[in-house]
């Protein structure tokens, strides 16, 4: 009678070590991840630059819009950005990060965008830390909602939403300053 409790026992043992742990996944402790905390929700406001003009923009097209489709909506266009995002409305004030990613005209009969693009901080403890945003963008909205859908560093597990609203645009030289408030939840 022990002996078959104890080969019941070892039997248990060996299928949950089989179930819980193996080569390809394990269980980890959130205190080694330092993830054990409270997550926190963080407001953050700064100024995006599309710079499309002058001799260092910040904003180039690399798919041009196809000529025989609608020249008002440029549906099909991509541009590629390294754009500054600073503490204030002007160029001139504090960077905190730069917005890398692209956008494209995604929708036939309006301006609407595909926004996908990486936050990247250099402010503070955040210098490093990335937020992730990918969502839809239709320009002449007076606030454009797109989701945050991760991030890096400081910004491991981010969720939150982002709402751009565009602050002034020079119809001329295309260039664009939107102000944008990224609420996130993070560690
Ligand atoms: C082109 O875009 C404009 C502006 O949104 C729209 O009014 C027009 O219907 C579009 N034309 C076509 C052919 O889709
Ligand atoms: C951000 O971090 C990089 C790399 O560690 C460093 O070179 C840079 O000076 C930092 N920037 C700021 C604004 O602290």
């Known amino acids: 009678m022990p002996s078959q409790t104890f080969l019941t026992f070892f039997f248990f ?23 054990h905390k409270k997550e926190k929700l963080s ?5 995006w630059h599309d710079i499309l003009s002058g001799k260092n923009p910040s904003s180039i097209t690399v798919v041009p819009p196809p000529l025989k489709l609608n020249t008002t909506t440029a ?6 950005i390294d754009n500054p995002l600073t503490l204030g409305p002007e160029l001139s004030s504090k960077l905190v ?13 309006q301006i609407g965008l595909l926004m996908a693009m990486n936050l990247a901080f250099i402010e503070g403890k955040y210098n490093g830390s990335s ?3 990918l969502g839809r963008n239709s320009v002449y909205d007076k606030v454009r909602e797109m ?6 560093g400081l910004f ?10 565009t602050y002034s645009f020079d119809l001329k030289s295309g260039d664009a300053v939107v102000e944008y408030n990224v609420y996130v939840f993070h560690y």
């Open 75 to 80: 549906f099909g266009s991509v541009r590629m």
């Open 43 to 47: 407001h953050f406001k700064f100024y």
């Open 156 to 165: 491991r597990f981010a969720r939150g939403y982002a709402q751009a609203t």
């Open 97 to 109: 990060g730069k917005s890398q990613g692209f956008y494209a005209s995604a929708c036939q009969d």
């Open 13 to 35: 043992l060996l299928l949950s070590f089989n179930t819980i742990t193996s080569d390809f996944v394990r269980p980890i402790d959130r205190k080694l991840f330092d993830l």
């Open 147 to 152: 989701p945050v859908i991760g991030g890096s």
């Open 131 to 133: 937020i992730t945003i």
